[in-house]
Nanobody
Framework: QVQFVESGGGLVRPGGSLRLSCAASGRIFSGTAMGWYRQAPGKQRVLVASITRSGTTSYADSVQGRFTISRDNAKNTMYLQMNSLKPEDTAVYYC????????????WGQGTQVTVSS
């Protein structure tokens, strides 16, 4: 069974940090590239970071230099370390396969809310 469970969100002040976690089904996790997506109110969901099976990473310009994606294949878990957070980072964050054309449309999780506000 395919399942993505995101956690670690919260309310943080501008300039603060959060670490998100994504627990994924083993059957799909170890064999695919994975990504973190976010959806801000009134906007489409977008891919902000991705990581291949071997650990090659890619970032959207808006988070480059501030966010770090990583994965632990042995634990079927992916992480997103978010530093220097800005109000515009406020969104619900999701994990799924990457790039977006490979995202499993029927298996989006609940996501985890990140709110950056003073």
């Amino acid at each position: 069974q395919v399942q993505f469970v995101e956690s670690g969100g919260g309310l943080v002040r501008p300039g603060g940090s959060l670490r998100l976690s994504c627990a994924a089904s083993g059957r799909i996790f170890s064999g695919t590239a994975m990504g973190w997506y976010r959806q801000a109110p009134g906007k489409q969901r977008v891919l902000v970071a991705s990581i291949t099976r071997s650990g090659t990473t890619s970032y959207a310009d808006s988070v480059q230099g501030r966010f770090t994606i990583s994965r632990d294949n042995a634990k079927n878990t992916m992480y997103l370390q978010m530093n220097s957070l800005k109000p515009e980072d406020t969104a619900v964050y999701y994990c799924n396969q990457a790039p977006s054309v490979y995202a499993l449309a029927d298996y989006w999780g609940q996501g985890t809310q990140v709110t950056v506000s003073s």
